[in-house]
Structures are given as structure tokens and as C-alpha cells.
């Protein structure tokens, strides 16, 4: 499994479910929560379709960085333990073999011993099996996590800033060519998002 891929999949499924949203005249409604982010560019105005850099979003959002973290601390530890258990079973076979090789081995002692090797080799494969399901599972819980915790506050940013659609945009997709700059909302958004992250990290 490899690292890169887990930002990979967070901007493809964020890009795929509706990351765009049209919030016409709802400026009153739940905007308690979010606070007025500004930047040093011009903000677009209400009513604009504006546009996200989802490569950048994701990279300066605090909570992927946290949990990337963490995942990939879980991932060295299973590479570890399972880089172990495969040593000391091909050292075990090394050593049935020479044994075998010079005589040293009765029929039954060899049989039971290869028994057991072999029984050592399927656990050693299901094992990593089962881990890489449970890897792959918490992967896709950090990734729903993320994804809900950025189309939440988009929805309730865009209750403030009423814009009639927000595009999602990324360097391999280039959906936005060219375009007014004041309608590149992303840092607004990194900024938002990264402030609500800490104010509810502080709170646990």
C-alpha cells in the first residue's frame, strides 16, 4: 500500500460526490459556527462560481496531516511485525533444510517438522491478509472523515457567502484553465477549515 495513494483517493471521491453547492437565500440560516475567513485576495463576490484547488486543500488541511500521521504510523507498525514473523519463518525453513540436507532428521521428525512450517506459512499469509483488510478499512474511514468534515463546512461557508456553484479543481484534472484569481477560494477555505479543526481538537 502505498502512501501517495491515500491523498489520491481523497481527491478523486471528494472531486466525484457533490462538492459544488447552491445555497441561494439561505445568508441567516445555522452560520453561528463558521467564522469570516479573510485572506490577502480579493473575495469573490455573492452569486459567483467560484472554484477549489482540492492538491492544495488537502495538503495544508490540518486534520489530513494529523491522520496521515497516525495511519501511517499504524502502517510501519504492521510492515514491522509482519517483516519479523517473515524472517524467523525463512531462517526456520533454512535451518529444516540443512538439517534435512545432512541427515539430521528422522522421517517423522522431518514430517512434523515441515507440517508445522507450513502451518507457520499460512498463518504468516493470513495474517497479513487480515491486516491489510483492517489497513484498508481505516484508511477509508480517514478519507470519509475528511471528505465529511470539508463538504460540511463548505455547505455552511457557502451560507455565508452565497455563491451559486463551487467547482473543485486538481493539477492532474486542470478542470479550470483560467480564471479570475479573486474567484480561487481555497486558501479561504484551508484557512476555515484548519480554524474549525483546531477549535474542535481543543474541545476533547
Known amino acids: 500500500m502505498k502512501k501517495a495513494n491515500i491523498i489520491l483517493h481523497i481527491i478523486s ?11 441561494l437565500g439561505q445568508k441567516n440560516c445555522n452560520t453561528a459556527n463558521i467564522e469570516t475567513t479573510s485572506t ?5 463576490a455573492n452569486n459567483s462560481i467560484v472554484y477549489i484547488q482540492l492538491d492544495t486543500l488537502i495538503n495544508q488541511y490540518d486534520m489530513y496531516n ?8 499504524k502502517l510501519a507498525s504492521v510492515e514491522n511485525e509482519l517483516t519479523k514473523k517473515g524472517r524467523a ?15 539430521l532428521l528422522t522421517r ?49 461557508y457557502n451560507k455565508i457567502h452565497n455563491h451559486s456553484l463551487i ?10 484553465i483560467d480564471g ?4 480561487n477560494i481555497t486558501n479561504d477555505i484551508i484557512k476555515g477549515l484548519n ?6 481538537r481543543n474541545r476533547k
Not at 40 to 44: D, G, N
Not at 89 to 103: H, P, R, T, V, W
Not at 195 to 200: D, H, P, T
Request: net charge negative.
Open 13 to 23: 471521491l471528494v472531486a466525484i460526490v457533490v462538492l459544488f453547492v447552491m445555497f
Open 40 to 44: 490577502e485576495q480579493t473575495v469573490a
Open 66 to 73: 494529523d491522520l496521515k500521521t497516525e495511519f501511517e504510523g
Open 89 to 103: 519463518l525463512e531462517n526456520d525453513y533454512q535451518s529444516f533444510n540443512e538439517k534435512m540436507s545432512k541427515g
Open 108 to 156: 517423522s521428525q522431518a514430517e512434523a517438522q515441515g507440517n508445522e512450517l507450513q502451518a507457520r506459512q499460512q498463518e504468516l499469509a493470513l495474517l497479513s491478509q487480515e491486516k491489510q483488510m483492517q489497513l484498508a478499512e481505516e484508511e477509508s474511514v480517514m478519507i470519509n472523515q475528511v471528505m465529511n468534515a470539508i463538504q460540511s463546512y463548505i455547505k455552511e
Open 167 to 176: 467547482l473543485t479543481t486538481t493539477v492532474a484534472t486542470n478542470n479550470v
Open 180 to 183: 479570475d484569481s479573486s474567484l
Open 195 to 200: 480554524q474549525e479543526y483546531v477549535k474542535n
